[in-house]
């Protein structure tokens, strides 16, 4: 079958064929260049209408249009910041009763109340998300920087009990060691400060030079002073004792015979907090300064104790 030429399909399309805008631009060999105007699907212009009628509508029964004092009401009189506020009013109502109840039992007595527990846990859980996370992490679990307590352990400087713990946030606590080295304002030398490194190596079992830390188990009895805040066996101020006698826990000195270490546990590391000494802050949350009240502090007490398991001590 002889199909027409190209050219020549060109030739027999007369402009008038198709319906254009009217614009044109050329007629190069007879085919101008136009621009044609095609309908819109009639769906799309009804679909397009309806926005319109629905935006017409809208702005009278809602508010929509700005003023000078304010803004249209609408014919609803409908607002969101009224909504809100009944929505709020309403939560607050539903947890009247349990915040009652939260304040007026006791921290142990809520902790066997397993209703009570999961709804402290709930409520400490957002206090904790946007209180404390900055320095303890998501859920406790530790934040990048070093210096900052992990609480998903079982492992504490100042008590793990729902009373030590609330004592904490109440009103919080305010650690220091002391620099040891002469140059850092200490008593110490250079190799002084290498042998209680080698020593306190040794309390957790690991690799050291056995003469250094000999040396160094003199020095933390005696000219460094080290067990009077460590104990005598280095477990920390709340596993251990000076001469038989229990350390006060609010000291926050750490164990030194497990691997669990606040600013890190390599050698050099050790070795500068020894020489340097080390500062922590925890602020206080309670009180006429503080930022929670005391059910917050009740209701996030619960909620940190619950991630490391509490602690006798």
């Not at 070795?271 to 206080?284: D, L, N, V």
Request: aromatic share 8%.
């Amino acid at each position: 079958m002889a199909t027409q030429p190209r050219d020549q399909k060109k030739q027999d399309q007369q402009p008038g064929d198709v319906s254009t805008t009217g614009h044109q631009w050329d007629n190069d060999e007879g085919y101008p260049l136009q621009e044609y105007n095609n309908p819109l699907p009639k769906w799309w212009l009804y679909t397009f209408y309806a926005t319109i009628v629905y935006a017409i509508v809208y702005w009278v029964l809602y508010p929509a249009w700005p003023l000078a004092n304010g803004f249209t009401k609408g014919l609803l009189a409908s607002s969101m910041y009224q909504e809100l506020a009944q929505e709020e009013a309403a939560a607050k109502a539903t947890r009247q009763p349990l915040e009652k109840q939260l304040a007026d039992l006791s921290l142990e007595e809520i902790a066997r109340n397993n209703n009570m527990l999961q709804f402290a846990m709930s409520s400490g859980k957002a206090v904790f998300g946007d209180n404390c996370a900055p320095c303890h992490g998501t859920g406790g679990v530790g934040a990048q920087a070093k210096g900052f307590p992990i609480l998903v352990d079982d492992d504490w400087l100042y008590g793990g009990t729902l009373a030590a713990i609330q004592e904490s946030i109440t009103n919080g606590r305010n650690g220091q060691m002391p620099a040891h080295l002469q140059t850092a304002g200490g008593n110490l030398s250079v190799e002084q400060v290498n042998d209680l490194t080698q020593f306190v190596l040794s309390l957790s079992q690991r690799a050291n030079d056995s003469v250094s830390a000999q040396r160094g188990r003199l020095l933390f009895s005696g000219e460094a002073s080290c067990h009077s805040c460590h104990g005598d066996h280095g477990k920390g101020s709340l596993l251990d004792t000076v001469g038989g006698q229990p350390l006060d826990h609010g000291i926050g000195a750490p164990n030194l015979t497990d691997k669990i270490w606040l600013h890190g546990g390599d050698v050099e590391t050790i070795r500068t907090s020894i020489a340097k000494g080390r500062s922590g802050q925890m602020p206080a949350w309670g009180g006429p300064g503080g930022r929670l009240s005391p059910l917050d502090i009740k209701a996030v007490t619960l909620y940190v104790h619950t991630l490391g398991g509490g602690q006798k001590k």
